[in-house]
């Protein structure tokens, strides 16, 4: 089977050869089947003009018990450059907030950064891998956060943006312990990003921990963040939950995205004391709370039951107009198949239909400024 498309002035194609297939799942798209090691080529172009030739297996990837496997689907969506899918077959629109790209060639700004808190991707992830998924399953919109492997220079996801005007949001990474932190966003801020994301779980591991989430040397960030209408983005445990609402309450107006369900532990008995901070967060009108990594967050497979009392409470506390949904797309392949991450939300989460558009739609389209 072949697809071919147009991509970045230059024919881009996808040849893949099955392994042993087994019965498809009802989700995924027509035409497509599972299979447990399928051989995939993907020819492309970057937007830094590099000719890309991927070959390989799709490997079964270790994660828990009843899990799936990726899909066809996951690994060749076309790629596209100027048609875009941005509807999907019953009508709905989906906004997907949080996507990881990168692209390691040798322009200045596309290297992993020396000192960074997690580990270095060991091949490229390009934008254009990205909107072969979002046409291919008719994504409308993604907000690309910068991957903490490529640290504080933010350039490639600013060049995202430059590309592909209109379609792209973007969230970028600024230094918490830097004196010059508020200058610093600022700076990203002109050049296109509608906000930064800090990392409070990282430095758990560092002697003095968080230390920076409520301190008085980060208030000058916090004030050109509501200057700017900067999002201030936070990937945390609950635990951080205390430090952060006293900062929310020295700077109100400040808009905070929560990410990852919060973090829960769902080993915990009900009712989840130790996820209260980050229900508490709902008090202050600016905060919204995402449904993303919960493929980490759970013990099970598809569809993670464990992690659904959290996103209820979640969408109790806050409701479904201050709620998103967001896949971690990380480029070089995804751990969870785009065709679950999107059920687990349209069909496997306790919501209603008006819930389902605000998260998937309404809520992001308002805070990232997307129109169509």
Not at 212 to 227: F, G, S, T
Not at 304 to 331: S, Y
Request: hydrophobic fraction near 40%.
């Amino acid at each position: 089977m072949t697809a071919t498309s147009r991509c970045a002035g230059a024919t881009s194609w996808v040849r893949w050869i099955p392994g042993r297939s087994e019965a498809a799942s009802g989700r995924l798209m027509p035409g497509t089947t599972r299979s447990p090691n399928p051989i995939c080529i993907r020819i492309g172009r970057t937007l830094s003009g590099v000719v890309w030739i991927r070959v390989g297996f799709a490997p079964d990837v270790h994660r828990p018990s009843g899990a799936r496997r990726r899909t066809m689907t996951d690994l060749t969506a076309p790629l596209t450059g100027n048609h875009r899918a941005t509807v999907r077959p019953d009508g709905t629109k989906v906004i997907d907030t949080h996507v990881h790209v990168w692209a390691l060639d040798d322009k200045p700004g596309h290297q992993p950064a020396a000192g960074a808190k997690i580990a270095w991707p060991k091949g490229p992830a390009p934008v254009e891998w990205l909107i072969g998924d979002m046409d291919g399953y008719g994504i409308a919109h993604s907000v690309l956060v910068q991957s903490s492997a490529f640290g504080w220079d933010n350039t490639y996801v600013i060049e995202c943006l430059e590309a592909h005007p209109g379609r792209f949001a973007g969230i970028g990474l600024v230094n918490p312990e830097s004196p010059t932190n508020a200058a610093d966003l600022r700076h990203w801020m002109a050049r296109g990003l509608a906000g930064v994301r800090f990392h409070p779980l990282f430095y758990d591991r560092d002697e003095r921990g968080a230390w920076w989430v409520d301190a008085p040397e980060n208030d000058a960030l916090w004030e050109v963040a509501r200057e700017t209408g900067a999002i201030l983005q936070f990937h945390m445990w609950p635990r951080h939950g205390e430090a952060l609402a006293r900062m929310i309450a020295r700077h109100p107006g400040v808009r905070v995205i929560i990410d990852h369900i919060g973090k829960p532990d769902v080993t915990e008995a009900s009712p989840h004391a130790s996820f209260d901070p980050i229900l508490r967060l709902a008090d202050f009108p600016g905060v919204h709370a995402k449904i993303g990594d919960y493929q980490i967050a759970s013990k099970q497979g598809y569809p993670w039951p464990d992690t659904h009392a959290f996103v209820t409470k979640l969408v109790g506390a806050f409701g479904a107009d201050r709620m998103m949904w967001g896949t971690g797309f990380p480029g070089s392949g995804r751990l969870v198949p785009l065709a679950d991450a999107l059920a687990y939300v349209e069909k496997d989460l306790p919501l209603t239909a008006a819930q389902r558009h605000a998260i998937l739609w309404e809520t992001p389209a308002h805070l990232f400024g997307f129109t169509g």
